[in-house]
């Protein structure tokens, strides 16, 4: 069945530090999302991707961050200058088209000290 | 925007026994799909069950099935037969069907445990 993967599960990165997280939607999808989940809390909108540019994008989603979809696989986020309150779980999701449910990646925990 | 609402912060039920999770949510749409995901301790967002707004016919999903009132904009999850895999965090989302990538909006979540 095919699936959602996201790189790496766990990166622990210093203060200030750019991390750079991965994901590979499932091939025929058209539309690519990150969400955060902060321990205990609800799960977060950052952005949404369609057509090879940003669709939407949350209040959280500011300066620091940027999404890049390099190649035909791949599906990015980009920390530039990461904070302690970035430590969360990123979860990529993907879907085929505007009527169909989400299909998450396992998520990658990142903790920022 | 889009609120979604779950008012039950944790949930418990006997094995086998039947629970009901509420979810409310405010929207000015017409046209919008709404779901129930399930997070289990690995974190993984599954999906549980999917609902058309435009469909009066509730969605069910073998022993998951829904209780949708739109005018009343409650769509709560039942849980028949409740077994030790079905603790996990339940997450009620909406998305918008006329956006295109309209994003998700999730609920806070209930936690749901099942007592053996």
């Known amino acids: 069945e095919p699936e959602v993967t996201q790189t790496p599960s766990h990166q622990v990165t210093q203060m200030g530090q750019e991390v750079i997280l991965r994901c590979v939607p499932i091939?025929?999808?058209?539309?690519f999302y990150w969400y955060r989940q902060i321990l205990g809390q609800k799960v977060e909108f950052l952005v949404s991707f369609y057509n090879n540019e940003i669709s939407e994008k949350s209040e959280i989603f500011d300066d620091q961050f940027s999404v890049e979809r390099p190649d035909g696989s791949n599906f990015t986020l980009k920390i530039r200058s990461t904070k302690l309150e970035d430590s969360a779980m990123y979860f990529c999701a993907s879907n085929w088209g505007i009527n169909t449910e989400a299909f998450f990646g396992q998520g990658t925990r990142l903790t920022v000290v | 925007a889009q609120t979604v609402t779950q008012s039950q912060p944790e949930m418990s039920v006997q094995e086998a026994e039947t629970v009901t999770l509420s979810c409310t949510y405010d929207?000015?749409?017409?046209?919008?799909?709404l779901f129930w995901y399930k997070q289990p301790p690995s974190r993984q967002m599954i999906l549980v069950i999917r609902q058309e707004a435009y469909k009066q016919q509730n969605a069910t999903e073998n022993r998951f099935s829904v209780n949708f009132q739109k005018a009343a904009k409650s769509f709560s999850l039942k849980i028949s037969d409740s077994q030790l895999g079905d603790a996990a965090m339940y997450f009620c989302?909406?998305?918008?069907?006329?956006?295109?990538?309209?994003?998700?909006?999730f609920g806070t979540g209930t936690s749901l445990t099942v007592i053996p």
């Open positions: 989302a909406y998305r918008s069907a006329t956006r295109f990538g309209s994003q998700f909006y």
């Open positions: 091939s025929n999808h058209l539309y």
């Open positions: 929207t000015s749409e017409s046209d919008y799909y």
